[in-house]
């Protein structure tokens, strides 16, 4: 990534975070404090709202994000859903304990010299309440500009993009610049509430006994923020995506899928005056980005045949792909344009060089010379029923020794020579790094997982030249040169765009 | 005593918190530009007839009725603005300057800045307070000079009856004697009749005009 894309991928991202967690901090503001002051007069409501606020701030932020899609979808209004439910906690908690403790012999004083109930709030209450109300408002503030990290997950942006994508594709300055920004925007974030906190500024300043240096103080940062989220939104312009020509292209939080998401982006945009919003990333890939496509915030993803069958259809046994297009149009009304070519599954791969020595090809000339094999494979390799125990009923494997590790060792125990056969995936880009060779499965055992296009029907009724656009990439990317993107993305540290960008150009489609 | 209008009476009050009987029965008339004090064993209920007399606590039997007419829930508020309340300490607003206290009374009777002004200009000399000492905050005062001001508070506003609850217990000796002067002096300028609890009797000798052992 050059410089300046670099920089204006931050600031987009830094925006985003900005403008979200400012919009959940005002809305949380204004409905927290009402609450606390509504339980604070009612008892009752207190017996009712405490509990329950008590109860939202339990529920894990991720799995809310979730329960959440099937309400209202992925995106910022789910964002900012979580984002004021979970931060309410800490501001109705201190703007009921606030008012419960200014001092009785005040009001005391304040209802003996006549004040109505309206006038005993607005000038006892409140104010002596107010440094209890900011104390909370820190706590919630630090809180949400975190919690904003993870609305990345719903497609929802902020800066925890960076650090997902870099999770997803190897990336380690993308994660540690993301998670710094998170950091230094939740410093300056408590710090700004501190300036209203600190020698009771806003007290003051709402009591209209402030020293003009204290107003001058919070006028300042007051303007501060102000500029930064007006600049904010001027960068981002969100009202400029409610365009009438726009298409959301979607991606499960892989490597390849953040590739194909942009080869399909640039496309469209290349090709017609479509506009494309980038939705990458979305966290827990089909399970939330199908619900997406139905619901109509996303319009179109890359799946596989095989995760579309078991995890979508919910069946075990695979039929062909014009079944698969059939249940599709006729439960969903999704669209399957073409395969890509590729076929992302479950392989046994063993280092290049002894595959050439030995002249093994395929799963069946390895269980000829298996005996000379250590084997490696995740926990649930070994333990699934259609994993391993049913593989060796296909293939007679027999190897020296079998070696139990974490997903993410297995390439590093093959480096390293601890083994040296491994289950992989057909497209890692390890694979590549480390000259593997992925044997063949002769007999067909692992399931298909053939890459496509899934596309909403409506979606192509209102752009039809979009087919024809998208179906030149039927059969055109291979197993082989999907494995060799993913090797540029992880390895190379090439990005997406410039990567989509080279594919392109082959195909013939250079950048208008 | 000369034949006094009655500004205050207290007529077969009786009042409990919860199961504990406070006052029984009890009556008293308070005439006008008097200084009665109520003095007697902590829990006999002088503070308890102190908060009936503005309407933070109505009696479960009896009345009381200012200037002839029946203290009740709904006409409390109002009637506490032409009643001066000055608490031990001077219970001052901590968030609010010595002169946002001084006129808080004002301010609730919407009262113009130049009128606030004018009138603390009259009440400075009075109480022996400097100007300097207007922007500052309470905890910046001696707890004489928070009193002074607590006393400022309470009569601003011209208050017909000036209720005090125990106003110099907290203060030390000379500062007490120096501001039981000045309360006796106001009370002589003014036609104000002033209604204070203390649980020491010498005080209620000093300033009493009638003193009222419960």
């Known amino acids: ?512 | 005593m000369n034949n006094k209008k009655t500004v205050l009476t207290v007529n077969n009050v009786t009042f409990s918190y919860d199961d504990k009987v406070v006052l029984k029965d009890f009556s008293l008339n308070i005439d006008t530009g008097s200084f009665v004090c109520l003095t007697g064993e902590s829990g006999c209920g002088k503070s308890t007839l102190l908060r009936l007399m503005n309407g933070l606590l109505i009696p479960q039997q009896g009345d009381i009725n200012i200037n002839g007419e029946r203290l009740t829930l709904a006409n409390a508020i109002d009637k506490r603005r032409s009643i001066g309340y000055i608490l031990q300490e001077g219970a001052l607003f901590p968030h609010l300057t010595v002169y946002q206290n001084m006129i808080y009374c004002l301010t609730l009777l919407n009262m113009s800045p130049q009128a606030c002004q004018q009138r603390i200009d009259e009440l400075l000399p009075l109480v022996n307070l400097s100007h300097d000492l207007l922007q500052q905050f309470p905890d910046q005062l001696s707890g004489g000079q928070r009193q002074r001001v607590g006393i400022i508070r309470g009569i601003a506003h011209h208050p017909a009856i000036v209720l005090m609850d125990e106003p110099f217990s907290a203060l030390d000796p000379e500062t007490r004697e120096s501001l039981q002067d000045l309360v006796k002096s106001i009370h002589q300028q003014t036609d104000t009749t002033f209604v204070m609890v203390t649980h020491s009797l010498s005080e209620a000798e000093k300033l009493g005009t009638a003193i009222v052992n419960m």
């Open chain 1, 1 to 512: 990534m050059n410089f300046i894309d670099r920089i204006s991928y931050f600031l987009t991202l830094f925006s985003e975070h900005l403008l979200i967690s400012f919009l959940a901090m005002l809305i949380v503001t204004v409905f927290g404090v009402a609450i606390g002051i509504w339980v604070f007069y009612k008892p009752k409501a207190r017996r009712i709202i405490m509990p329950t606020v008590n109860f939202l701030y339990t529920i894990p932020s991720i799995a809310m994000f979730g329960l959440l899609i099937p309400l209202v979808g992925i995106g910022l209004q789910n964002a900012l859903i979580v984002l004021v439910l979970y931060g309410l906690l800490p501001i109705v908690h201190n703007t009921y304990s606030g008012m419960k403790e200014v001092p009785y012999h005040l009001v005391d004083a304040a209802k003996g010299l006549g004040s109505t109930p309206q006038q005993l709030f607005r000038h006892v209450y409140f104010p002596l309440a107010l440094p209890s109300i900011l104390s909370g408002l820190r706590i919630t503030t630090v809180m949400v500009i975190a919690l904003t990290g993870l609305a990345a997950l719903i497609g929802a942006g902020g800066l925890g993009q960076a650090i997902f994508r870099g999770l997803n594709t190897m990336n380690t300055p993308l994660i540690v610049t993301g998670s710094l920004g998170i950091s230094l925007f939740a410093i300056l974030g408590d710090k700004f509430v501190g300036t209203l906190e600190k020698n009771n500024n806003l007290q003051r300043i709402i009591n209209r006994n402030a020293q003009p240096s204290q107003k001058h103080f919070i006028y300042l940062n007051l303007g501060i923020l102000a500029a930064l989220v007006l600049m904010s939104l001027v960068y981002i312009n969100p009202f400029s995506k409610i365009k009438d020509r726009v298409i959301t292209v979607a991606s499960k939080p892989m490597s390849e899928q953040y590739i194909l998401g942009e080869i399909m982006s640039q496309l469209i945009e290349n090709q017609t005056d479509i506009n494309v919003i980038r939705q990458f990333g979305i966290g827990g890939g089909t399970t939330n980005i199908h619900p997406a496509l139905l619901s109509g915030d996303l319009d179109m993803y890359v799946e596989y045949t095989g995760t579309a069958w078991m995890n979508v259809l919910n069946q075990q046994s695979q039929l062909n792909f014009e079944q698969l297009q059939q249940q599709y149009q006729d439960n969903y009304q999704l669209q399957w344009l073409g395969l890509l070519g590729m076929n992302n599954t479950y392989a046994i791969a063993i280092p290049q060089s002894i595959a050439t020595q030995k002249q093994i090809k395929t799963y069946s000339d390895l269980v000829r010379h298996s005996v000379a094999f250590d084997f490696g494979a995740e926990f649930e390799f070994f333990e699934r029923a259609d994993a391993y125990p049913s593989l060796i009923k296909v293939y007679p494997f027999n190897f020296a020794k079998l070696h139990e590790m974490d997903i993410s060792l297995r390439y590093k125990a093959i480096e390293e020579g601890k083994v040296n056969a491994i289950d992989a995936f057909t497209t890692d880009a390890q694979i590549e790094a480390l000259d593997l060779q992925v044997l063949v499965d002769d007999k067909h055992f692992f399931p298909d997982y053939e890459a496509g296009i899934v596309i909403r029907e409506a979606v192509l009724q209102q752009y039809p030249e979009l087919k024809t656009v998208l179906m030149q990439l039927e059969g055109k990317i291979s197993t082989e040169s999907m494995r060799k993107m993913n090797y540029q993305l992880e390895v190379l540290k090439e990005t997406p765009k410039e990567i989509a960008q080279a594919f392109l150009a082959t195909l013939g489609h250079k950048d208008e």
